[in-house]
């Protein structure tokens, strides 16, 4: 007989070892870095990847759960500084935005 206590921890272990996916979001430069901020807060996102026109990655930022209550964003400053710049060249930001959970 399974009780309640056991459905719940069921329920949880499914969350937590759910399959990534990946979202893709364009964005206009001036505002990447509140987006990036957004998502960094967010909690279910892992990673987020800054995409060039031809598909390469030009910059890959991880995101942890203990990262970002920790401060991620303090840590983060450099790679903040680096969209800002990459920001204040283009129009528009193609970013790969990797969550955990159910999409």
């Known amino acids: 007989m399974i009780n309640d206590s056991t459905a719940e921890y069921a329920s949880h272990a499914e969350s937590v070892h759910a399959k990534p996916w990946t979202e893709e979001l364009e964005v206009a430069g001036d505002q990447l870095i509140a987006l990036v901020k957004r998502l960094a807060a967010e909690g279910r996102v892992r990673r987020i990847r800054l995409v060039a026109p031809d598909g ?4 890959d930022i991880p ?7 920790g401060g991620a964003v303090v ?3 450099p790679l903040l500084a680096i969209l800002g710049a990459v920001a204040a060249f283009v129009a528009k930001v193609k970013l790969e ?3 955990d959970g159910e999409a």
């Not at 390469?56 to 910059?59: A, D, E, F, N």
């Open 75 to 77: 840590v983060a400053a």
């Open 97 to 99: 935005v990797v969550r």
């Open 56 to 59: 390469g990655i030009v910059l």
């Open 63 to 69: 995101l942890t759960v203990g990262a970002v209550a």
